[in-house]
């Protein structure tokens, strides 16, 4: 449980992360280049920090193509998780 909670905390422990996880509260899907985009952030920058929050379980992806598309994974896995995310959307919302 430890490790999982270190997980998640150091993923949203980020400016960045955190522009990423409103765009995707507001936005519900987003290819990769459109949050790029958005934000004004390298398609490479971008790429790593949703890796971070995939690898947090707090976005899940999907591949169209070349397109790579993200979106909060509003399911957590487990209670841990789930009042995180929670948490988050009240906080970024």
Do not use: C, W
């Amino acid at each position: 449980m430890i490790k999982k909670l270190t997980k998640i905390i150091r993923a949203v422990a980020n400016e960045k992360r955190l522009l990423i996880l409103q765009l995707l509260i507001k936005n519900s899907e987003m290819s990769v280049s459109d949050i790029s985009d958005e934000l004004g952030f390298r398609f490479k920058t971008i790429s790593r920090h949703l890796r971070v929050l995939d690898g947090a379980d707090l976005t899940r992806h999907k591949r169209v193509g070349k397109q790579v598309y993200y979106s909060l994974a509003l399911k957590p896995k487990d209670r841990t998780r789930k009042k995180i995310t929670s948490l988050l959307l009240k906080l970024l919302s």
